[in-house]
């Protein structure tokens, strides 16, 4: 028997990726449980899935804050304060600061929608129609201080057919996130929980 992994959930936008780790702790392929759903925009859709699954959400916005590094440590904190063991940020639109990426080393990961290393930073899918590539895909990796670049959890290929509109692309790429992320949630839990005793 091995305790559910506390999570944290950053995000920013629609809430799939969200939606689809609670699905996958209710149908038990993640042995998990979301301890918050941080957002840092009131508008954030992301919420009602909070809401329609019951699941405790914080709006942290940071327009209501002075700097980057105040916003951070507001997230920090409230990540500090329920114990969360990993941060995932699930379309979460920020960067995030070094207050957040120490205190989580290795307890801290973010899906992309390419195929890392191509195509960091915003607007990825974008950017491979734009270089007429022939696959892209999603990447989830470890956050580091360099936006878009920690090491490669898992990936997946997703083929960019001629008649692709970004829209198109998008949906097909959102599939796979879906599928990936948890499984790389269930990779890093397995970890972390494996990890020395003592390095909690
Ligand atoms: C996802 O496609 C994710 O890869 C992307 O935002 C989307 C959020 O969708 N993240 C980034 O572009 C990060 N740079 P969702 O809100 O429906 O999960």
Redesign the pocket.
């Given at each position: 028997f091995q305790p559910k992994i506390r999570l944290g959930i950053l995000?920013s936008?629609?809430?799939?990726?969200?939606e689809y780790i609670i699905k996958s702790i209710k149908n038990k392929q993640l042995n998990a449980e979301i301890s918050i759903l941080i957002v840092n925009n009131p508008n954030c859709l992301?919420i009602n899935k909070a809401i329609k699954y019951d699941i405790p959400y914080v709006i942290i916005n940071h327009r209501n804050c002075n700097s980057r590094l105040e916003h951070d440590i507001l997230v920090k904190k409230k990540l500090e304060e329920l114990s969360v063991e990993l941060v995932v940020m699930?379309?979460?639109?920020r960067i995030v600061g070094d207050e957040i990426i120490n205190r989580f080393n290795n307890r801290l990961i973010?899906?992309?929608?390419s195929l890392l290393p191509s195509f960091k930073g915003?607007d990825?899918i974008q950017q491979a129609i734009d270089k007429r590539v022939k696959i892209t895909g999603?990447s989830v990796h470890y956050v580091q201080k360099e936006v878009?670049s920690g090491s490669i959890i898992i990936q997946a290929a997703v083929p960019l057919e001629e008649q692709d509109s970004k829209e198109t692309l998008r949906k097909r790429?959102?599939d796979m996130?879906h599928i990936i992320l948890p499984i790389a949630i269930a990779k890093v839990a397995k970890k972390i929980r494996t990890s020395f005793m003592g390095n909690k």
């Open positions: 995000a936008g629609n809430g799939s990726n969200f992301a699930a379309g979460w639109m973010n899906i992309h929608p915003v990825a999603c878009d790429i959102q996130e």
